[in-house]
C-alpha cells in the first residue's frame, strides 16, 4: 500500500541550528516526492521536488530510494522558516498527491 | 490573478444533508483536484479533473462526487453528510497533469452536527 509517513508531529529547533524533518515513504512503482509547506495563515505551497534537485529557501531533500527516505535539510534554521511541512507521494502518471501528516517545526529565538 | 479561489470559506450543516463545495482555478489551468483534511492529518485526495474529465478518484463513498465545468471551474457534492465528513475540503489547480506544480486554495471549512 502506498503510505507517506513523518514520524514528528513537532519539532523544535533554536535559530541557527540544523534541521532535519523525516519523511519515509512506501511505493512500489518510481516515486515522485515533494515537500509543501504552510505558513502562518497562508494556503499551502510546493517547497520543492526531488525530480528538480533544487534547493529552496535553504532546505534540500534527497531521494534515498534504499531507505525510502526524502528528508527535509537545512544547515541554519531561521525564525521564518516555523511552519507546517508536509511530505507528499506523487501517485500514478497524473501524480495524485499522498501526503504524510505534517511535522509542525518551530524555530525558537 | 487572485490564485485559486473557494467557496463558501467555512458553513454547517446537519447530519443527512447535502452540500456543494466551489472552486475556480487560476485562470489557464485545466486541472483541478479536490482534497479533505481532517484535523491533524495531511489532505486525503478525492478527485482529480482535466479537461472536464474524471481522471482519478481516492478512496471515497459514492456519497461524494465533483464535476468540471467549460470554465474549468469546479464543484464537489456530498450526500447524506456523516459527521466524519467535518474536515477542511481544499482544491488545488495545476496546468496539467504529471509533474505539474498544484496551486492551493484557501479551504472551506465544513463542520456536520
Known amino acids: 500500500a502506498q503510505r507517506v509517513t513523518q514520524p514528528e508531529k513537532l519539532l523544535s529547533v533554536f535559530k541557527g541550528a540544523p534541521v532535519e524533518l523525516k519523511c519515509n515513504y512506501s511505493y512500489s512503482g518510481s516515486p515522485e516526492l515533494f515537500w509543501y509547506v504552510q505558513y502562518s495563515r497562508q494556503r499551502l505551497q510546493l517547497l520543492l521536488r526531488?525530480?528538480?534537485?533544487?534547493s529552496i529557501k535553504g532546505f534540500t531533500a534527497d531521494l534515498n530510494k534504499g531507505e525510502t527516505s526524502f528528508h527535509l535539510k537545512k544547515p541554519f534554521a531561521q525564525e521564518e522558516d516555523s511552519a507546517m511541512y508536509y511530505c507528499?507521494?506523487?501517485?500514478?502518471?497524473?501524480?495524485?498527491?499522498?501526503w504524510g501528516a505534517g511535522t509542525k517545526l518551530i524555530i525558537k529565538p | 490573478d487572485a490564485g485559486v479561489t473557494q467557496s463558501p470559506t467555512h458553513l454547517i450543516k446537519t447530519r443527512g444533508q447535502q452540500v456543494t463545495l466551489r472552486c475556480s482555478p487560476i485562470s489557464g489551468h485545466k486541472s483541478v483536484s479536490w482534497y479533505q483534511q481532517v484535523l491533524g492529518q495531511g489532505p486525503q485526495f478525492i478527485f482529480q479533473?482535466?479537461?472536464?474529465?474524471?481522471?482519478g478518484r481516492g478512496n471515497f463513498p459514492d456519497r461524494f462526487s465533483a464535476r468540471q465545468f467549460p470554465n474549468y471551474s469546479s464543484e464537489l457534492n456530498v450526500n447524506a453528510l456523516l459527521l466524519g465528513d467535518s474536515a477542511l475540503y481544499l482544491c488545488a489547480s495545476s496546468t496539467g497533469l504529471a509533474g505539474n506544480e498544484q496551486y492551493f486554495g484557501p479551504g472551506t471549512r465544513l463542520t456536520v452536527t
Open positions: 526531488h525530480i528538480s534537485r533544487e
Open positions: 507528499a507521494l506523487g501517485k500514478g502518471s497524473n501524480y495524485q498527491l499522498i
Open positions: 479533473y482535466y479537461e472536464k474529465e474524471e481522471r
